[in-house]
C-alpha cells in the first residue's frame, strides 16, 4: 500500500469538480472512529455526490494503490468503515438526495445517505413497509446497513436488510460502474451478485444506489410482555409459541441484569428479582393479532409465567417497549466502555447459550448484560468495562472470545448483525475453515487484485488476534 | 478439455466403492436431455450416494480437466444439467435420505436427491410449511431446485428458493468439503456464498447437503376467482389489490388463449370470449382471510370484473385451481414443441408487457399463449410449435429474441425463475452489460479455473445466438 502523496492529492483536487476534499487534521480526525474501537486517522477525505468521481477517484485509487474506505454515519459496532490503512475516506452520508417510493411496483429507489428512519416513513406515508429495522435506524445511513447487512427485532418475520435488496448500482474497484439486479423480486440472471455485495463490508465496492422491496404495511399490532421467574422457562415459551403456528413480528429478551440496570436507570416498577422478560409483537390483520395475542399469553401463562400483561392503547404499548429501549442507555452508564456482542445461536439453543453466558461472566468477573432479538436465536450479549483499566479488558477479551466459541460450538455464527469488520476478523477460520475463508478470499482477490476496497476488514492478517486494549 | 480414457475409466470405477458406473450407450442416453432442447450424450454416469466418493471423482476430473455435470431429475426449461461437453454425468437423485424436520429451530435438513414436495408435505405433518413452489415440484430434486433458485407461485409473498436456504454443504471445483452458513436465520459471518451457489446453476460446485428455513403453516386460507373481458382491466386489478395493503400469496393470471386451451382440453366452462382471468389466494389467520378475500372480491368488481367468484369449500376452490394447473398440459396438445419462457418484469409494467407479447405474436405469426404469475411480474410466455418445421422454428427463435428484449427494456430480466442454462446465455450482455458480466466471469474464473463445473452454461461462447432447431 502507498501513501498519499502531494501529486495524489493535487490529482484528487482536481478530480473532485462538485464536491469537496478534506485535508485538515482537525476536519480528518472526525473520520478516524466509528461505533466500535480504535482511531485511525485517513489522509484525505473526499464528500461529493456525482457517482462519476467517485468512480474516477477509484479508479486512481486503484492504479495507486491508495485504500479507499467508503462511510455512512460510522455507526459501526465492528470496525466497518475504520481507515485502518489511512488513505481515502469517501464519506457517502452526502448522498442524500434520491429517496423515491414507487408504490405501484412495490419498491423503494435509494441513495445510500438516505437514513433508514426516513425509508420507513416514507414507506408508511404510502401505506407500505420496508421491513429492516436496526435499533441504529434514526442515525445509520442505507448505504451502511447495505455493506453491513444490518437485522433488528423484526428480522424474526421479516428477515434482514438482503432479504429487500433487489437491485444495486457499484463501483467496482477496477473503478467501473455496473448494475446488478433490478426492478423485479424474480431474477436468475447469472449469479446474485446483489446478495454477495450486501453484506460484504465495503470490501467488494461502493454501493451509489439500490432498489429495496417495499410490502404492505400490516393494518395492526398488538404487543404482550411476560415476566419469567426463571430464564429457562422464557426460553421454553418462545420455543412453545413458534410450535403453535404464529410467528410474532419480534421476539425480544432481557435478563435479569438487564432489567435491574434499566430499574436503576429509570425506574417504571419491573421486577429486580425476575430472571427473563420477553417481549412479543405480532402484527397482521386487526382480529388476527387479538386472538393471537390471547393464544401467546396463554402460551407463557402455561409455561409458569408469573405476569403477563397484553397492553390496551398505544401509550401502554410504547410504555411496555420503553423498557426494551432503555437498556442500552441504561447499561452505557454502568461503565464508561460497552463492548455490544452479536453472537448468534440456532432457536433451539437460546437457553443452551443462556447457560454458558453466565459461566462466562463468572469465570472472567465480567459485567455481562444478556438481551437482545431472542426469537431468531441473535442475542446481543454487551460486556461493560472501562478501557482504561488494562487488567479488566484482558479478562473482557478472554470472555468475548469464549462467547464466540461458544455459539460456534453450539451450531452458530460470530456475528448476527453487526458484521466482522476488524473485530471478529481473528475468529472467522474457527467457523468456515481453512478452506471455507479460501473459497471467500478468491473472490475479494478476483474483484480487487490490489486490495484497495476497505483493506484490512474480514479477512485476519497472518497472527491477528482480538485486542480491545489500545 | 479432455475427453475421457479408459484409464480415467479404470480409475473412476476404482474410485465409486458404494455406487454405480454407468458407461452403456443405453443407459447414457437416459442422461442426455433435460425439459429443454438438444441432447448431448455424457461419457460416464456415475451414481453415489457417497460425498467422499463424489469429491474423490471432483479432484479427478480437476486434475484431468474432465467436464463435470450434476444433475437431479432433469426438469430443467433451460439446459441446466445437458452435459453439453460430454465428460461425466453426476446423478445427485440417488442422493435421497436425509429429510429432517427440526421444528423447535424452524430448519429442514436434506440431501439433494429429495423431491421438493416431499419436504412440503414433511414439513406440514409438523404445522410447518417450506414455502417455495416450482410448478414441478411433484418431480423435481432440491438440489436442481438450489442450483436454478427455483421461483412458484408463492413467490409473490414469501419469496424464491433462495430466500429460504440458510446453509450449504458443498464439493468445491477442486473438490474440497465446504459448509457455508448454518442453522441461524442472521449471519453475517463473511461474503454469502450460501446465496451465490443457490442460482448458480452448478457451475461453482455440488451441493451435497442443505439446511432450509421453515415457517409457520398459516391456519387458513381463501381463494378468488375473476373474470375480466379486458386484458388491462385484470392488470389494474392486480396494482389496485398491492395499494390496499394486502399482499396475497397467489395471484395467477391466464390470458385468453389459456382459458381457450383448457376449454378445448378438459371444459368446465369457462368463458371463451374473457380476455383474461386471475385467480388470487389468501392466506393467513382464518378471520383475516375472509375479511381480505371481500376487499379482493370488491376491487376487482371495481375495476369492472364481470365475473367474481370466491369458492366455499375445499372441493370448489380445487375445481377453480384445477384451470390454471391444466394450462400447461393442455397447449402442450395443440402442437408437440412448447417453449416455456419466463422473461420477468416489474409489477407495473404487466400490462405493458401483455401488449408487447401480443405484437410479437402478430409479428412473427406464433401461437402464444401467456400465463403466469402476474403478481410479480413473473409472466410464462410459451409459445407452441412443432420443431420439425424448421421455417416456423426460425420465426419462433426470433419471437423469443424480442420476447427477452421487450422484458430487458422495460427494466425487467431474462429470467425469473428457469434459469440462464444454455438457452439465454446468448443474451446475458443485454441485459448486464460486459462489465457486469465480466465481475461474474471472474467469480467463475476464480472458483474453478480449469471450467470443470458445468460448462457451457450461463456465460455466452464467442458468437453464440440461440438455437432452437437442432
Not at 481507515?83 to 411496483?105: A, N, W, Y
Not at 478501557?387 to 473482557?396: A, N, Y
Not at 472470545?401 to 448476527?416: H, K, N, R
Request: proline share 6%; charged share 25%.
Amino acid at each position: 500500500m502507498k501513501t498519499i502523496t502531494s501529486a495524489h492529492l493535487t490529482e484528487i483536487i482536481s478530480t473532485v469538480k462538485t464536491g469537496r476534499v478534506l485535508t485538515d487534521e482537525s476536519d480528518r480526525f472526525s473520520y478516524s472512529f466509528d461505533g466500535s474501537f480504535g482511531t485511525y486517522l485517513p489522509d484525505v477525505v473526499i464528500q461529493t455526490k456525482s457517482v462519476e468521481e467517485l468512480a474516477a477517484l477509484v479508479k486512481l485509487a486503484n492504479r495507486e494503490k491508495i485504500p479507499v474506505y467508503p462511510r455512512g454515519q460510522a455507526t459501526s459496532l465492528s470496525g466497518g468503515p475504520l481507515p485502518v490503512l489511512g488513505g481515502m475516506v469517501l464519506d457517502l452520508s452526502v448522498m442524500d438526495d434520491l429517496l423515491e417510493i414507487h408504490e405501484e411496483d412495490l419498491v423503494a429507489v435509494v441513495s445510500p445517505g438516505i437514513l433508514t428512519a426516513n425509508i420507513h416513513n416514507a414507506a408508511e406515508k404510502k401505506g407500505l413497509m420496508y421491513p429492516p429495522d436496526p435499533s441504529s435506524s434514526h442515525v445509520s445511513t442505507i448505504g451502511g446497513n447495505l455493506a453491513e447487512n444490518s437485522g433488528g427485532p423484526r428480522g424474526l418475520k421479516y428477515g434482514v436488510t438482503k432479504d429487500y435488496v433487489i437491485g444495486l448500482e457499484i463501483i467496482t474497484p477496477q473503478g467501473e460502474l455496473i448494475r446488478t439486479g433490478g426492478r423485479t423480486v424474480k431474477n436468475v440472471t447469472g449469479y446474485d451478485l446483489t446478495k454477495l455485495i450486501v453484506g460484504s463490508e465495503g470490501t467488494l465496492g461502493i454501493i451509489t444506489k439500490a432498489i429495496l422491496r417495499l410490502i404492505p404495511k400490516p393494518p395492526a399490532s398488538k404487543t404482550v410482555m411476560a415476566i419469567f421467574n426463571s430464564l429457562e422457562d422464557a426460553g421454553r415459551a418462545i420455543s412453545k409459541i413458534f410450535c403453535s403456528g404464529i410467528l410474532p413480528s419480534k421476539m425480544e429478551l432481557m435478563d435479569q441484569a438487564s432489567i435491574v440496570a434499566v430499574e436503576n436507570y429509570q425506574p417504571s416498577g419491573l421486577p429486580r428479582d425476575a430472571e427473563a422478560l420477553i417481549l412479543i409483537e405480532l402484527d397482521g390483520h386487526p382480529s388476527a393479532v387479538i386472538d393471537e395475542a390471547e393464544q401467546v399469553s396463554e402460551v407463557c401463562k402455561e409455561v409458569g409465567a408469573r405476569k403477563v400483561r397484553v397492553p390496551k392503547t398505544k401509550a401502554e404499548t410504547e410504555e411496555v417497549w420503553k423498557a426494551r429501549k432503555l437498556v442500552s442507555p441504561a447499561i452505557a452508564r454502568i461503565k464508561p466502555t460497552k463492548i455490544s456482542e452479536d453472537a448468534t445461536v440456532p432457536r433451539s439453543k437460546i437457553p443452551e447459550m443462556c447457560r454458558r453466558l453466565q459461566e462466562i461472566k463468572k469465570k472472567y468477573n465480567v459485567h455481562l448484560v444478556v438481551f437482545g432479538h431472542a426469537g431468531d436465536g441473535n442475542l446481543h450479549p454487551n460486556i461493560i468495562a472501562d478501557k482504561s483499566d488494562k487488567e479488566e479488558m484482558k479478562r473482557v477479551e478472554q470472555a468475548v472470545s469464549e462467547i464466540f466459541e461458544a455459539a460456534v460450538q453450539l451450531g452458530g455464527t460470530l456475528s448476527g448483525e453487526h458484521g466482522i469488520g476488524t473485530m471478529k476478523a481473528p475468529f472467522m477460520e474457527m467457523e468456515l475453515g481453512a478452506e471455507g475463508l479460501d473459497m471467500m478470499r478468491k473472490i475479494k482477490q478476483a474483484w480487487d487484485p490490489n486490495n484497495i476496497m476497505n483493506p484490512g476488514k474480514i479477512f485476519p492478517e497472518p497472527g491477528q488476534r482480538l485486542v480491545l486494549s489500545e
